[in-house]
Each structure stands twice: as C-alpha cells, then as structure tokens.
C-alpha cells in the first residue's frame, strides 16, 4: 500500500518569513495530493491540492510543487502570519478502482509562526 | 458550500453503553468516510461508502458499525468500546467514488470512553 513520509514534524518560524513542508510517497499509482490544516479541536481543512498532470499550484500565498519522477511533493506558504500556525498534513490518493478515494496522510507538521 | 456537520461535538460514553455519531452533507457526494484520529497523529481511515454502499472496511472492530441511510446522511453506530477507542472521530464526504478528487471533512465529535 502508499507510504506517505512527511518532514519537518514541527516547523518554528517568525512571522513573515517562508515556511516549507516536504513530504514523499511511495505508491506510483497515487496521483492526486492534497494539504490539510488542522487548528486546534478542529477538523481539517483542505486548503490545496495538486493532481500528477500538474507540476505547480499557487493560491495567493500558499504553493504546492510535484516531482512525481522523484515522488515528493511540497507545501510552500509565503508571508506568514500567526494564524497559519496549525498541524498540516500531506496525503496522496490512487484514482485506482478500487481505492474509493481512500487518504494516505503524512505523520502531520506542527506550524509554530511567532508574532 | 463545502459544510460536512457532524454530531454530537462531544461524546462521552460507558463501555457498556450505545451511542450514534451522525454525519450530514448537502454537496451532493457519492463517497462518505469515517476516519478515527487520536491525539498528534493523522486520520486513519475506518470506513468508506460509496453510493451508500460500504465498499471498504479497513479491518474495524465490530463493535464500530457504520450505516448510510440515504445520500446525505453517514451514521457510526458504537457498542461495547474500550478506553482505547476515545478519539476524534471525523466524517468526510468527496464528489468522486473513485480516488482524485478533494475531500471534505467535518467538525469532528471528540469521544471519550469512560
């Protein structure tokens, strides 16, 4: 089955600054990786995804990139602010038959931005 | 409108008891999820339904019994769990039956077996 491996598991950064989430997975059958933010007693929130046919996403200050020769895929958010601190996580899913959308997620990154 | 509702928010249940988690959409997806999530780790999928079909049990004890009553709604029927079942449970509902397409989740309900 799919492997997700995601790093750094906590993430400290000053407001302003860039933060960088990478993950990598195994299954070469996924094709579809989409981010999730969770704030504190909250469900998650996707907040972007990216599918294989696609090297790059952005979305106002948030950007995903895809290597999918080297299977890794990686969260960029620009200017952050302290609300963007949460637990971010990584998945990858297979469009195959049998899969019904099934989520492998990442062990999930930990987003600390000080004021 | 992206809204999954679930309820209750807040369960807190004897070993010996019943109880139900709901789950509602109103987006008009085929595929709806029961995912368990416990303190500092990611979702674990529990089960998935697809036309209101259950179409993958990823190996759940029985005392979890998921039940799709119509297009909209997911219910998790509990009986007899143990403390070790207290978790975020969360609801999660996609467009698409088949993988590539997002997924949407609830709130959550926080159960606490006591």
């Known amino acids: 089955g799919e492997n997700v491996e995601q790093h750094p598991s906590t993430l400290s950064v000053q407001e302003g600054d860039s933060a960088v989430i990478k993950c990598t997975y195994s299954?070469?059958?996924?094709?579809?990786f989409p981010w999730y933010k969770q704030e504190l007693g909250k469900g998650p929130q996707l907040i972007i995804d990216i599918r294989s046919n696609v090297g790059e996403k952005k979305d106002q200050r948030i950007a995903v990139t895809l290597n999918k020769t080297a299977k890794h895929f990686s969260l960029h958010i620009t200017e952050t602010q302290p609300e963007d601190s949460a637990v971010y996580f990584c998945?990858?899913?297979?469009?195959?038959?049998?899969?019904?959308?099934?989520?492998?997620f990442g062990q999930g990154t930990i987003l600390t931005v000080h004021p | 409108d992206t809204e999954v509702t679930q309820t209750p928010k807040h369960l807190v249940m004897g070993m010996t008891n019943k109880k139900s988690l709901k789950c509602e959409q109103h987006?008009?997806?085929?595929?709806m999820y029961w995912y368990k999530q416990k303190a500092k780790k990611p979702p674990e999928l529990m089960f998935v339904y697809s036309y209101e079909k259950l179409s993958i049990n990823e190996s759940v004890p029985s005392r979890f019994s998921p039940e799709c009553p119509n297009s909209s709604l997911l219910n998790l029927h509990l009986h007899a769990l143990q403390p070790e079942d207290s978790a975020l449970y969360l609801c999660a509902s996609s467009p698409g039956v088949r993988g590539g397409t997002e997924a949407f989740f609830g709130q959550g309900t926080r159960l606490t077996v006591v």
């Open positions: 299954d070469s059958a996924s094709n579809y």
């Open positions: 998945a990858a899913s297979s469009a195959g038959g049998t899969s019904y959308g099934k989520l492998t």
């Open positions: 987006m008009g997806h085929r595929a």
